[in-house]
C-alpha cells in the first residue's frame, strides 16, 4: 500500500485530517475506538487479524489482497437517524465502483442492511460503531471491508463470496479503490439528513425487494420465508410472511430464495 498516494490525494486537499497505516492489527475499527481517533481520520491495514462482519462473524482476509479500513466521520444526527450512516456508507460504496467498474453496472447491488454484491454474492460488508448516542453530534466508526483481489474463499463461504478479481478477471488498484470511495463519500455527506432522498436511493440499487426471501432473526435463530415488501425510512425490513402478515425487522440476515441459489452473507 502506497501511503503516500493517499496523503496526496486525500490529505493534502483536506479531505481527510489524517491516515493511519497499519502492517497489522486485530480491528481498524477497534483501533481507532481504543485511540479516540477523531473525525476524518482513517485506518487502513494490510492484515487484519480478528476482522468482524455483523454478529461477530469472522471475516477473511488475504493480507495485501484486500482492503480493510476504518473511516472516523462525525455527523450531527439525531438517534433515530444514525441508522442513515450506514446506508449512505455502502451507496457511496457501490457508486464509487460504479464508476472505477463501469462494466460491472448491471451486476452491483445492495443488500440489506449494508452489504455489497456482485452476482448475487457478497463482496463488501460495514460493521459500524457509534458510542455517543446521547451526543447531539455523534461521532460513528464506519468498518469496511471489500474483497479486491482475493482470488481464494474458504470452503464454508465460497459459495456466497466473491471479488472485484473474481468478477473481472483483473487485479485493481487499491490505493485507487480507496481514494475513488473517499471522494464519493465526502462528495455529499448531507444526504445523511435527507432520510427520504437517501433511503429512495439505496432501495434503488437493492436487489431483493418484492423478491422472495428465508429471514432468519439472530438473537433466536427464528427463521421465516416471505416477500421483501420494502425497506422503511428507518431501516427496517418489511416482509410479508407466508401467512399473509407483514412485519418490520431492524436487524437479521436474508437469503433469496431464487433458482435455489442461496446469497446468504
Known sequence: MDTGILQ??????GLLKEVIWLDEVNSTNEYAAA???????????????????????????????????SLVKSFRIGVDEVHNAGFYTSLKLLESLLKTHVHLNDKLALKWPNDLMINGRKTAGLLMDCRDLKNPVKKIILGIGLNVNES??????????????????????LEGQIVSFINEFYSETDLIND???????????????GMPVRFRLLTDGEEKNGIVKDIGDDGSLKLETEDGK?????????????????SNA
Not at 250 to 261: A, N, P, Q, T, W
Open 195 to 209: 432520510t427520504k432522498e437517501l433511503m429512495g436511493r439505496w432501495k434503488s440499487h437493492c436487489c431483493h425487494i
Open 35 to 69: 485511540r479516540n481517533l477523531g473525525s476524518d481520520s482513517l485506518v487502513i491495514t494490510d492484515n487484519q487479524t480478528g476482522g468482524k462482519g455483523r454478529f461477530g462473524r469472522v471475516w477473511h482476509s488475504t493480507p495485501g489482497k484486500n482492503i480493510a479500513m
Open 246 to 262: 407483514l412485519l418490520s425487522y431492524y436487524s437479521g440476515e436474508i437469503s433469496l430464495l431464487l433458482s435455489g441459489m442461496n
Open 152 to 173: 481464494e474463499f474458504h470452503a464454508e463461504i465460497r459459495h456466497k463470496a466473491t471479488s472485484l478479481f473474481a468478477e473481472t478477471g483483473s487485479e485493481s488498484d
Open 8 to 13: 496526496y490525494k486525500l490529505v493534502r486537499p
